[in-house]
């Protein structure tokens, strides 16, 4: 497969079909490689190819053992990209992250030594488990897509992806995660079990040996095909329509224009960077299912990956237990589709 990227103007041309083809087969080697390695987890591939396509980060939250540092590794491992995985603890500094510098006694000066997040894919595991200095430490990383050490600005590679996990049980000792931080992750993935099938599937691969500790990924593309799948992202076509009902989605989850009965359940609705979020997906969703053009499909099918950790709740909703996909289900029904 051969990767020409071709440089677009503010008037990006319309992705033709021979365009469209390849990228459907650098796509079909990167999800068979993932689906080789991972069993089961279909909305977990789809949001993980999504950031991806959209140079955004992801939030993963489930219990443990649900796969999320192995389906890290093996897309990164797939696109031939370095992979790094960051534990977090309370004791964790931010140096630890983002690198320091060293004394260096035999030549009497300091030398930079940068951290792990200076990787193409980084595994914050248990990000809240990490005190909020270290965690604001990745602002800068995530958001400028740079570190500073020692006032010096280092560049991080491309591509560079967070996936940060978060456990939902076991909360003493952890550190919620600032709404400004949430709100710099694209999507938000809530991971559910497998099915009894999927986990006979995970036994027999152990059993006749293609998945186990000795087993890994193989690269099946290169840098410069996630490179030439970001820039026919770019170009995917997105009608006025379609974005006046992404903003209007966005709208009703704020204030009064919430609907009445879910008033009192919301404390505070998303930002326009939910907006910015929903574009950005939409268009690598559209890529991704073999158009060159989002449909309002698409922008429904991203609500709760998009919302749900942008849309905060209230008390009330969380002593009546209501869901977050509920409210965000019944906003999105209120709102007239293109």
């Keep these: ?20 083809t390849q990228a459907g087969e650098i796509l079909a080697a990167i999800e068979a490689s993932f689906s080789a390695r991972v069993v089961g987890q279909e909305r977990l591939r789809t949001a993980l190819l999504v950031a991806l396509l959209a140079e955004g980060h992801i939030l993963l939250e489930s219990v443990p053992g649900l796969a999320k540092t192995l389906a890290a590794s093996t897309l990164a491992t797939s696109v031939n990209a370095e992979f790094s995985r960051i534990q977090c603890t309370p004791d964790l500094l931010p140096s630890d992250i983002i690198g320091t510098q060293v004394y260096d006694p035999r030549n009497h000066t300091f030398e930079t030594q940068l951290g792990p997040v200076h ?6 595991d248990e990000i809240n488990r990490a005190s909020a200095k270290t965690q604001s430490a990745m602002l800068e990383a995530m958001q400028e897509s740079q570190t500073s050490i020692a006032g010096v600005v280092h560049r991080l590679p491309v591509p560079f992806m967070v996936l940060a996990t978060q456990n939902p049980i076991e909360e003493e000792g952890t550190y919620v995660l600032p709404r400004a931080q949430m709100d710099r992750f694209l999507l938000k993935e809530v991971i559910d079990y497998p099915s009894i099938d999927q986990e006979v599937l995970v036994l027999d691969r152990i059993e006749n040996g293609t998945l186990g500790r000795d087993t890994h990924a193989k690269a099946v593309v290169g840098h410069d095909h996630v490179s030439y799948l970001h820039s026919l992202t770019h170009r995917v076509y997105v009608d006025p329509a379609v974005k006046r ?22 404390d505070m609705g998303a930002s326009p960077r939910a907006t910015v ?40 909703a969380l002593a009546e237990r ?4 509920d409210v965000i289900d019944s906003v999105v029904k209120t709102v007239p589709s293109p």
């Design 1 to 20: 497969m051969s990767a020409e990227v071709g440089a677009h103007s503010t008037a990006a041309p319309a992705i033709t079909p021979d365009e469209l």
């Design 119 to 124: 990787a193409n894919f980084v595994l914050l």
């Design 245 to 266: 009902y992404v903003a209007s989605l966005v709208a009703a989850t704020r204030d009064n224009a919430l609907p009445q009965e879910l008033r009192a359940y919301v």
């Design 277 to 316: 979020a929903f574009f950005q997906a939409a268009r690598a969703l559209a890529l991704l299912n073999g158009r060159n053009h989002v449909i309002p499909e698409d922008v429904r099918a991203l609500r709760h990956g998009v919302l749900r950790h942008r849309v905060h709740l209230s008390f009330e």
């Design 322 to 325: 209501v869901r977050v996909e």
